[in-house]
């Protein structure tokens, strides 16, 4: 019986580092798909930076120019208030549009259809 020993060691060794193999595969994969969202998120935060300054400076200078138009404070203040409230939609627009930066979404459905795989050979290798 030393034969099938041997035998079934090697089936065990072979199954072990294949596991060990698919283990490291997933690792990388859900490594990338980091560091991909990181890139996403972080060109998502520059965009919002330069955006924000941007309106900033469009705000405050458009300011300047109505204070030394109109001498009607109360018309700047609303004015103001607009233009805040049109950030804050600007901003929720942003966040709405950009929800899709789940991290290892496609690390998850690769475990996933590695778990169905497995299940599948378990289920084929039964009498």
């Known amino acids: 019986m030393p034969a099938a020993d041997e035998s079934l060691r090697g089936i065990v060794d072979a199954l072990a580092d294949e596991a060990g193999a698919l283990l490291r595969a997933e690792v990388r994969l859900a490594r990338a798909e980091l560091l991909a969202t990181l890139r996403r998120a972080a060109w998502l935060l520059a965009g919002a930076v330069v955006a924000l300054v941007g309106f900033g400076y469009l705000v405050g200078f458009g300011l300047a120019i109505l ?8 018309l700047v203040a609303g004015i103001v208030a ?5 950030v804050a939609l600007a901003g929720a627009a942003v966040a709405v549009g950009h929800r899709h930066l789940a991290p290892l979404a496609l690390t998850r459905a690769s475990l996933r259809e590695d778990v169905e795989w497995a299940r599948a050979q378990t289920k084929r290798a039964r009498p």
């Open 67 to 74: 204070i030394a138009w109109r001498g009607n404070h109360t």
């Open 82 to 86: 607009g233009a805040f409230l049109l």
